[in-house]
């Protein structure tokens, strides 16, 4: 019986051992911050209100934040609540989102981290505490392929329209669109029936986006651009979509192809560039690094929210074809501020893990002063593919990204065959020269 007592007390005193240190384990833990948790409301942009929403989780000493658009998320770079006062910093687009909060709101504003005369106006922001979602109104199935006709500053006659259901408990009341231009996608746009019009739209880290769809009695839609400007409402609202099938019984001209926007003016003359990268020093075509090798030359803008898609194409490509004689370079156009102090374009880089070369081509509005081998080219982004005699064999404009499944994919798969043609290829004979 002694020894039994004598195991008793010690499993009492070992399971005393266990909750104290768990307790002492719980005590210690870092408090969940009081603004953790789900966040939901609105940003008013030109008078239209667009959805936000905001996922904030860790302590306070470790916070992390997330704007939440679908199944897409946009994470802040850095987080820090201070006195009430929230700030949440996107580098990689030069954007903050500051806010006070007080008890179960939080009001503020989201815009350019950078100050000036041409820095964007900031917009207000007022957020609450996310609560269960309505079930929105069933409406028309719209889902499927369209075309927009339009008559656009590039050239373009047509845009494309992708629009798919994302709810099945309730048909046709939630759905995911996406236009496709030439220069790349609007992102996706997320939305519901209101009872006269889907209105669709996202809010990431470069930005807001709000569009109106509503369905016409003749099977054809209106689509309006509800955050144009003054200057662009006239190319931007009431455009007509129609199914494709219809848009060619009508002789209405399909959307422009990638490789259609932009040619060279001398497809016999090697294309050149010299640009200094980041740390000052000169790279140009000439140097040994290209000699003989395939190269993409990808002109963006680290501002650019398709050249924020194509950049892990890229530098997967890079990486799969480095060693078999790829040369990737990218011609980066920034504004007069980040040219001064490239923050924004050292934080593109970091997020994507891009280790081919970056060179600081100059500004937005230089582009065609500095690329002066390119006929009509006017497109964010914009990849010239050479062949390993430094000429161009194919220029693609834009960028469909992950939010075009489809023309992606496409994508994807006609430069990956399109560079693996190329390397195939011998290197130029070199003529000596006495």
Not at 34 to 47: D, Y
Not at 391 to 402: D, I, K, N, Q
Not at 413 to 430: F, N, R
Request: a negative charge; one cysteine or more.
């Amino acid at each position: 019986m002694k020894v039994l007592a004598g195991k008793f007390s010690a499993a009492h005193l070992l399971l005393g051992g266990i909750l104290l240190s768990a307790s002492a384990s719980f005590s210690l833990a870092a408090p969940t911050s009081p603004v953790s948790g789900t966040w939901e409301g609105t940003a008013t942009v030109r008078g239209h209100e667009v959805p936000l929403r905001l996922q904030i989780t860790g302590s306070a000493a470790d916070l992390h934040a997330t704007l939440v658009n679908g199944a897409e998320r946009a994470a802040a770079s850095s987080a820090t609540l201070q006195d009430g006062k929230l700030l949440l910093n996107f580098n990689y687009f030069a954007r903050t989102l500051e806010a006070s909060l007080a008890g179960d709101q939080l009001a503020g504003t989201f815009g350019s981290a950078v100050t000036g005369p041409h820095a964007s106006p900031r917009v207000p922001i007022a957020l609450h505490r996310a609560s269960s979602p309505a079930t929105p109104a069933s409406g028309p199935d719209i889902h499927g392929d369209w075309e927009i006709a339009v008559s656009s500053n590039k050239g373009e006659s047509a845009w494309q329209l992708r629009v798919e259901t994302t709810s099945e408990a309730a048909a046709h009341s939630t759905i995911r669109a996406v236009i496709q231009r030439i220069d790349g996608d609007t992102g996706s746009l997320y939305g519901a029936w209101d009872g006269h019009q889907y209105n669709v739209s996202h809010f990431t880290a470069s930005g807001p986006a709000l569009y109106s769809i509503v369905p016409q009695p003749d099977g054809t839609l209106l689509v309006s651009n509800l955050l144009a400007s003054d200057a662009q409402k006239a190319q931007s609202r009431d455009l007509v979509a129609r199914r494709p099938a219809d848009a060619r019984k009508e002789n209405l001209a399909a959307p422009t192809e990638s490789t259609e926007q932009t040619r060279v003016k001398d497809p016999s003359a090697p294309f050149t560039f010299s640009f200094p990268n980041l740390a000052g020093k000169q790279v140009s075509s000439s140097d040994p690094e290209f000699r003989d090798k395939v190269v993409i030359v990808a002109i963006g803008g680290s501002w650019c929210p398709n050249c924020h898609d194509e950049a892990p194409f890229l530098e997967s490509l890079y990486k799969q074809f480095h060693s078999k004689g790829l040369e990737v370079v990218n011609l980066s156009f920034e504004e007069e501020d980040q040219l001064q102090d490239p923050t924004r374009l050292r934080a593109f880089i970091q997020r994507y893990g891009i280790t081919y070369p970056v060179l600081v081509a100059g500004t937005p509005d230089q582009l065609t002063e500095k690329i002066t081998q390119a006929d009509h080219l006017n497109c964010w982004p914009t990849s010239f593919i050479l062949g390993r005699d430094g000429r161009v064999r194919e220029v693609h404009a834009g960028f469909a990204g992950p939010a075009n499944p489809p023309a992606h994919q496409a994508l994807q798969h006609e430069v990956t065959s399109l560079v693996q043609k190329l390397l195939a290829e011998p290197a130029p004979i070199q003529k000596a020269f006495n």
